[in-house]
């Protein structure tokens, strides 16, 4: 595993560790965070957290990335607008049955060309092939499933499709927060954190008691500090 180095800054691993994981994890502007810290006697700027962001979150979000487990077979597909350098683009989306961020593409289009390519990152990064995926009845990805001739079903229903579409509103509040992603390029490293963060902290509370909640959620921290140590 890489080593992550904490060498060379002006505080602790331990503050540069909870200012990434305070502004990854929740959704808080770079301002509250600057706050949060100064509330608890740490001074620093803004611009500073944003440098520890862009530095060490992609280093933690590969160690997370290693960790997952093997995803659910039946994989969601659906795409939405988001706002970059104040541009419209697409920003396609996949989650598996567990509710699990597989994989997403900002793209300046919503096309057959722009589905195929979200599956090929998919199949790739992921290794093996659905049983199952669902969509919404959009014609782009009925014929970008056939040319890559996949054999698992494919189901087209916009009701069976709620799961990820409700998870867009996560997405939404992060793009309010953040005044809109500068770029596609910086949208797509920002996103590929917060979702290997947020994979790593689902406990899919709705499913579980709440004495089930506390116990994965102790054990998903105690992982944490175990993987941002060094």
């Given at each position: 595993?890489?080593?992550?180095?904490?060498?060379?800054?002006?505080?602790?691993?331990?503050?540069?560790?909870?200012?990434?994981?305070?502004?990854?994890?929740?959704?808080?502007?770079?301002?509250?965070?600057?706050?949060?810290?100064a509330d608890r006697g740490v001074e620093m700027s803004?611009?500073?957290?944003?440098?520890?962001?862009?530095?060490?979150?992609?280093?933690?979000?590969?160690?997370?990335?290693?960790?997952?487990?093997?995803?659910?077979p039946q994989w969601h597909l659906d795409e939405?607008?988001?706002?970059?350098?104040?541009?419209?683009?697409?920003?396609?989306?996949?989650?598996?049955?567990?509710?699990?961020?597989?994989?997403?593409?900002?793209q300046s289009r919503r096309d057959a060309r722009a589905a195929l390519k979200l599956m090929r990152r998919l199949l790739k990064h992921q290794g093996i092939a659905p049983k199952?995926?669902?969509?919404?009845?959009?014609?782009?990805?009925?014929?970008?499933?056939?040319?890559?001739?996949?054999?698992?079903?494919?189901?087209?229903?916009?009701?069976?499709?709620?799961?990820?579409?409700?998870?867009?509103v996560r997405i939404r509040k992060r793009e309010q927060t953040m005044q809109g992603f500068r770029s596609p390029g910086s949208a797509q490293r920002f996103l590929s954190i917060h979702a290997a963060f947020y994979n790593h902290f689902n406990t899919q509370r709705h499913l579980i008691s709440a004495s089930e909640h506390r116990a994965l959620r102790n054990q998903a921290l105690t992982s944490w500090r175990e993987m941002i140590a060094s």
């Amino acid at each position: 595993m890489t080593h992550i180095s904490y060498r060379d800054l002006h505080f602790p691993s331990s503050i540069v560790q909870q200012a990434v994981w305070l502004y990854v994890r929740f959704n808080l502007s770079l301002r509250d965070v600057e706050e949060l810290l100064a509330d608890r006697g740490v001074e620093m700027s803004y611009e500073t957290i944003r440098q520890w962001v862009d530095r060490f979150g992609p280093q933690i979000a590969r160690r997370l990335r290693r960790v997952r487990g093997t995803p659910h077979p039946q994989w969601h597909l659906d795409e939405m607008y988001v706002s970059i350098g104040g541009r419209w683009m697409y920003l396609w989306r996949a989650f598996d049955q567990e509710g699990e961020v597989l994989d997403f593409l900002v793209q300046s289009r919503r096309d057959a060309r722009a589905a195929l390519k979200l599956m090929r990152r998919l199949l790739k990064h992921q290794g093996i092939a659905p049983k199952t995926i669902v969509t919404d009845k959009w014609k782009a990805y009925a014929a970008a499933f056939c040319k890559l001739g996949l054999v698992g079903h494919h189901h087209q229903a916009k009701s069976k499709n709620n799961r990820i579409e409700g998870s867009h509103v996560r997405i939404r509040k992060r793009e309010q927060t953040m005044q809109g992603f500068r770029s596609p390029g910086s949208a797509q490293r920002f996103l590929s954190i917060h979702a290997a963060f947020y994979n790593h902290f689902n406990t899919q509370r709705h499913l579980i008691s709440a004495s089930e909640h506390r116990a994965l959620r102790n054990q998903a921290l105690t992982s944490w500090r175990e993987m941002i140590a060094s």
